[in-house]
Each structure stands twice: as structure tokens, then as C-alpha cells.
């Protein structure tokens, strides 16, 4: 079964959250982008669970306060269910303490559910180029 429009709106506002939290250092917001056994891997030593995740954020932000993201080229592909999806994006993150500077650039490997509270990531592994 395809996805709809309405969960590829929702997948990509999801993306959006997921940025807006973290540079905003929301960490309850920015778990609550993934489910109760979510695992993220930014390159800096995987996280499971909504509690890590969570305190992963205020590390985060502690470690480079000036820290923003910019996801682009965002695909996203459904299965026959319906009820889950896979999808991808690539990742600008700008350090804006002084100036607007590339910290690093790379790609984002995600997997969806859907759950009762709408589309969340279930996994998230990030690769940095070069």
C-alpha cells in the first residue's frame, strides 16, 4: 500500500520537528520525534530509548551551542502495509556563533511507523561525509 499525501506531510513535518527541537535543545520535544524504543546514531555513539535520546539533546547543545540543522532532498518510500516507511535525507549543520559556518555535512538513514500519536522514527543513522 502506497503512502498518502497526508503521510508524506507528515513524515516531512517530522523531519522539521526533529530539527526544530534539537536547535532549539528540546529534548523531551526531540525524543517525542521517535518511538518509546527508538535508536538514533549521529556518529557519536548510538542512543535507544526516549530517555537517552532526550538527554542526548542537552549533551548536544552543552558540547555546540550555536548548533543548527538543515535537512534537504528529503525521499521517503512506503512498504505494503502502509504502516511503516523508510526514507532519507541530507544534512547541512551550521554552527551561527559568529558567523554562519559548516560544521558538517552528511546523510540520514530512517526508518517510520506509524503509531497512534502519528508517524514516528524508529531508527536514525546518520553518516558524515568524508
Request: aromatic share 10%; net charge negative.
Amino acid at each position: 500500500m502506497a503512502l498518502s499525501t497526508d503521510d508524506i506531510v507528515e513524515i516531512n513535518h517530522l523531519y522539521a520537528r526533529y530539527n526544530n527541537a534539537i536547535d532549539s535543545d528540546d529534548g523531551a520535544g526531540f525524543a517525542a520525534c521517535f518511538t518509546s524504543d527508538g535508536h538514533l546514531d549521529t556518529g557519536m555513539g548510538p542512543r535507544e530509548g526516549t530517555d537517552s535520546i532526550d538527554a542526548f539533546v542537552g549533551e548536544t547543545t552543552a558540547m555546540l551551542p550555536g548548533l543548527r540543522h538543515l535537512a534537504h532532498s528529503i525521499v521517503i518510500d512506503g512498504d505494503g502495509d502502509g504502516d511503516t516507511a523508510t526514507g532519507s535525507a541530507f544534512l547541512v549543520a551550521y554552527d551561527v556563533t559568529g558567523g554562519h559556518k559548516v560544521m558538517a555535512t552528511g546523510r540520514y538513514a530512517d526508518a517510520f511507523v506509524r503509531t497512534d500519536a502519528g508517524w514516528r522514527f524508529t531508527r536514525r543513522v546518520f553518516t558524515a561525509d568524508g
